[in-house]
């Protein structure tokens, strides 16, 4: 296995960030609704983790193929939704993997969409990680990206949860018109977010996001919303891009 990649046996601080999260229906429903316009087909979600935002692919009735490393999340994930239809399965992927597409050979060209939600932060070789995103899809597929926003921002919080790096716009559009993936949509997410993030990580020096402040902004979510919109999406504590497999 490629060590570039931030991996443990098991994710204690990894798990607890999930479990708080998956309490934010709001939020979660947000980033989902964020990134959905973008995908089709059958989607190949990377680092689904808990499935925090899987269910809401399943919910919509698209068909799903969960992946992430560590085996217990995907025995959670088998748990929570292997009893529905549109499951197509549950896979153990590397991005980085040595040998990728002999490993992965029935997944090359498989996929209309793939979405790495909060991923290729903790992967080094991120070129790799892109490249190997391409050969699942199928010409003409979308791969979308989101990832932490602004290095000025790398703080106690990130390096607690395993982030090689934060980027821009420009920084993560350049990751993927690198791997000559056709850049078609890009824009910050969660500007409100900035804030408790630096607060939190950079002043306060905590290493885990406080459960009550999560449960706060979740309740604020509608005004949260809002300031992205006045602010059309040219800020956030996450940006997001989405790029096309061209035929």
């Known amino acids: 296995m490629n060590t570039t990649v931030n991996l443990q046996e098991t994710d204690p601080s990894g798990l607890e960030t999930l479990a708080r999260l998956a309490e934010a229906q709001r939020f979660n429903k947000w980033m989902f609704d964020t990134i959905v316009p973008h995908c089709k087909g059958h989607v190949l979600e990377v680092g689904s983790g808990i499935g925090n935002i899987s269910k809401f692919f399943l919910e919509k009735n698209f068909r799903l193929t969960c992946s992430d490393l560590r085996d217990e ?9 292997g009893h529905l239809p549109n499951l197509a399965g549950v896979r153990s992927i590397d991005l980085v993997e040595e040998g990728f597409e002999q490993k992965y050979a029935d997944l090359l060209g498989q996929f209309d969409s793939i979405v790495a939600l909060n991923v290729i932060e903790h992967i080094e070789d991120n070129k790799q990680a892109i490249a190997n995103c391409k050969k699942m899809l199928k010409p003409g597929g979308h791969v979308v990206i ?9 703080n106690p919080f ?16 350049q990751l993927l018109r690198s791997q000559d993936l056709e850049v078609f949509h890009t824009q910050y997410f969660n500007a409100v977010g900035t804030l408790g993030w630096f607060v939190n990580g950079s002043i306060l020096r905590k290493k885990m996001i406080p459960g009550g402040q999560l449960q706060l902004f979740d309740k604020l979510m509608p005004v949260i919303k809002l300031v992205d919109t006045v602010t059309f999406h040219k800020l956030g504590l996450s940006v997001v891009s989405a790029a096309r497999k061209t035929r």
Do not use: C, I, W
């Open 146 to 154: 989101l990832v932490p926003a602004y290095q000025s921002l790398y």
């Open 158 to 173: 990130d390096k607690e949860l395993g982030h090689f790096m934060r980027y821009t716009s420009r920084t993560l559009n």
């Open 73 to 81: 999340y995907l025995e959670m994930l088998k748990g929570k939704f």
